[in-house]
């Protein structure tokens, strides 16, 4: 019994005869040498494979690391994007205070008759605070409007007619409120006066009770950001028939054609004694050729369509500028020039509004009546407005060239011709 339980529980017996021994070895021999002969027959494509896959991987890490670099650059541009953004976002200075003022007198402003159609009101101002302001005179804490443009821009934006206001207008300012809570009696007075006394929004309202026309959004703008409007478009061109030498303006320009950068543009647009006739009214005309350059600058060098060209533009003219809350943001700017940037440079039009001398003072000026009534009229309903160069076609007063010729067919009926205003428009080339 002791043998059975060694030989079951010890090392097994071996084959019980040398033909099974034979037979067993010969199977390990096979079953040993298959594994050798496998090796040698897949050597060649294993070390194939193993480049294949080093070549795979090599791929994808590139892939990787291209992925991760133009997410990375995505980033820094959506950073940088956004810090320009909001850079220029931050420029702009919303004017709270006209807010307030207009909001107060709601009840008395005139409703909105053409409602895609949109009225902004321009104003330079003429105030020495700020930077660099100072050199064109000392700061007296007061500011007047230098300058005044009531802007139309159609409803299908088409068009675009921008009416200068005299600032000797003579018109009746209401009661305002003036910078320290008092308040201004109402008056009858020069038009520049009501900006002085009480700001924005006392022009505002000055504006619209003498024109019936509602203004939508406004935009105070100072010399520095003038100049530097100007200077980001790398200068504006112009044609002058004469000379000019203004010490007043700090101005010396040749005859003929003219490229001028920002601070001889201020000048261009603020002398006043020793150009032309030296009124107001041939500033104004002076004026109203240049902003008409000016958009012809913008609208060929394709500013408006380009970022590299526009940043330096919108940067320049957020850093002067104060607006109502429909304009604070670079959003609404951009709506608002997206909205312009197809109006036909000959459909940007320029003119002052109807105007002579005021009866009891020479110096001063009044409207002219039904002219200007008519032209008020046609802005608040959004209707056409034509304008042709001075001397080349008597303006109409009733109603556009032709409206006294009966038409051809007595019983057709057509649309009334647009009244007819001497004016510029930005093509206009003055040397031509």
Request: charge should be negative; include cysteine; charged fraction near 30%.
């Amino acid at each position: 019994m002791d043998a059975d339980v060694t030989d079951s529980s010890g090392t097994p017996s071996g084959p019980d005869t040398p033909a099974e021994e034979d037979e067993a070895t010969g199977r390990a021999t096979e079953g040993a040498g298959e594994p050798a002969t496998k090796a040698d027959g897949e050597g060649p494509a294993e070390e194939a494979g193993s480049d294949a896959d080093r070549d795979a991987n090599g791929s994808r890490r590139w892939m990787r690391w291209t992925a991760l670099g133009a997410s990375f650059a995505l980033l820094l541009a959506a950073g940088v994007g956004w810090w320009l953004y909001r850079k220029l976002d931050g420029n702009i200075t919303t004017d709270t205070t006209a807010a307030a003022e207009l909001e107060e007198y709601e009840k008395e402003r005139p409703t909105p008759i053409a409602l895609d159609a949109r009225n902004i009101l321009l104003i330079g101002s003429d105030t020495r605070s700020g930077r660099g302001n100072d050199k064109y005179g000392p700061d007296k804490g007061t500011q007047r409007s230098d300058t005044t443009i009531l802007l139309h821009l159609a409803g299908d934006r088409k068009s675009a007619t921008a009416v200068s206001l005299p600032r000797d207008l003579m018109v009746d300012i209401p009661s305002c409120r003036k910078p320290d809570g008092s308040r201004t009696r109402k008056q009858f007075t020069q038009f520049n006066s009501a900006f002085e006394s009480g700001g924005t929004a006392c022009t505002i309202r000055t504006v619209e009770k003498l024109t019936g026309v509602r203004v939508d959004h406004h935009m105070v703008v100072d010399f520095a950001g003038f100049k530097g409007m100007v200077d980001a478009v790398d200068g504006v061109e112009i044609c002058l028939k004469e000379p000019i030498d203004d010490d007043d303006a700090l101005l010396r320009l040749d005859k003929g054609r003219q490229k001028l950068n920002g601070e001889q543009a201020l000048g261009f647009v603020r002398a006043r004694k020793t150009i032309g006739d030296g009124s107001d009214t041939e500033r104004m005309e002076r004026q109203q050729r240049f902003l008409g350059a000016l958009v012809n600058k913008v609208q060929s060098n394709g500013v408006l369509l380009n970022p590299t060209r526009l940043y330096p533009v919108l940067d320049a003219a957020t850093k002067s500028l104060t607006t109502d809350s429909g304009l604070d943001s670079l959003k609404d700017l951009y709506n608002l020039v997206r909205g312009m940037r197809n109006i036909p440079t000959e459909r940007v039009q320029f003119m002052t509004v109807p105007r002579q001398p005021y009866a009891q003072d020479p110096n001063r000026d009044e409207l002219v009546e039904p002219d200007a009534g008519r032209l008020f009229k046609q802005l608040r309903e959004d209707a056409p407005v034509s304008v042709v160069p001075a001397g080349s076609e008597e303006p109409d007063k009733d109603g556009g060239p032709g409206a006294d010729e009966k038409p051809d067919d007595a019983g057709a009926t057509s649309p009334a011709p647009a009244p007819t205003f001497t004016g510029s428009n930005a093509a206009t080339d003055e040397c031509e």
